[in-house]
């Protein structure tokens, strides 16, 4: 009879995975699972998707962080095919690249009822984000979308932004691309119905250089989304000491500190004799 279940951040591994899924496989009632942090990757999917396949009244899956790879993404695709109650799923940091999101696009395509999607650090790039596109185009219910560090480009950007500008439910988007410049909308008030519907209340992109600019400026300043709209340099992240020159830093010290010792001392004995 359980409903709910939290797997998450086990290392599973293949041989973890082959092991739970003789359990997730009687399971037939779970609504809500998270695998995430796992570690699974390509053969440990391909275990678990049979289970998965039994458990068709999923309504939140969490399969984040365990290098899926386009193969992995093959294995869960035939089980997220019969997940038709499906509202949140998030399939971030696994490195789907476009191959691999195509081939769950089928899948997603029949989730009429997703409202909260992560796609975030998959490696999509352009061609991926025309996959999206499509997809995004069949989810009407759709309130979060996160595509950040995607890699999308201008083409990409471009061809989500058409998509976006058709689902008048999203509430809360993320297109950050993790450098450079940042769009940032903050919360705006809802305008009254006779105007619309409300605008999003929470997006951030973000542009590396002008062509990306012209796309993403047209899909947040989209007039039925947003009501307010900055334009702020993002911080550049502080620049980290490479492990080579660890060990130097390490010699430099041990080198250096025995000679500023002494001289310390020679300078305290200094002052005592004159004293």
Not at 185 to 207: I, M, Y
Request: proline fraction near 6%.
């Amino acid at each position: 009879k359980l409903t709910h279940l939290d797997l998450s951040s086990n290392w599973f591994e293949v041989e973890g995975a082959a092991a739970v899924a003789g359990a997730l496989g009687q399971m037939e009632k779970m609504t809500q699972l998270n695998l995430g942090n796992n570690y699974l990757g390509a053969e440990g999917a391909a275990a678990l998707a049979g289970a998965l396949r039994r458990m068709e009244k999923l309504t939140h899956l969490d399969l984040r962080n365990n290098e899926l790879g386009a193969e992995g993404a093959a294995a869960v695709a035939r089980a997220l095919g019969r997940m038709d109650k499906m509202t949140q799923l998030n399939l971030s940091y696994n490195d789907l690249g476009a191959k691999g999101f195509q081939a769950v696009v089928v899948a997603l395509g029949r989730m009429d009822k997703m409202t909260e999607l992560d796609l975030s650090v998959n490696n999509l790039k352009a061609e991926g984000a025309e996959a999206v596109a499509e997809v995004l185009l069949q989810m009407d219910k759709i309130t979060k979308l996160d595509l950040s560090n995607n890699d999308l480009g201008a083409e990409g950007a471009g061809a989500v932004a058409g998509a976006l500008e058709r689902m008048d439910r999203m509430t809360h988007l993320n297109l950050r691309l993790g450098r450079g410049w940042e769009l940032c909308v903050g919360p705006a008030p809802a305008p009254p119905a006779a105007l619309g519907p409300p605008p999003v209340s929470s997006v951030a992109c973000q542009c590396v250089q002008d062509p990306y600019m012209s796309a993403l400026v047209h899909l947040c300043a989209a007039p039925h989304l947003l009501a307010a709209l900055s334009l702020t340099p993002s911080k550049p992240p502080p620049l980290p000491i490479h492990p080579v020159f660890c060990p130097i830093i390490l010699m430099a010290c041990c080198t250096v500190w025995p000679w500023m010792w002494m001289l310390l001392k020679g300078v305290c004995l200094s002052r005592a004799v004159c004293a």
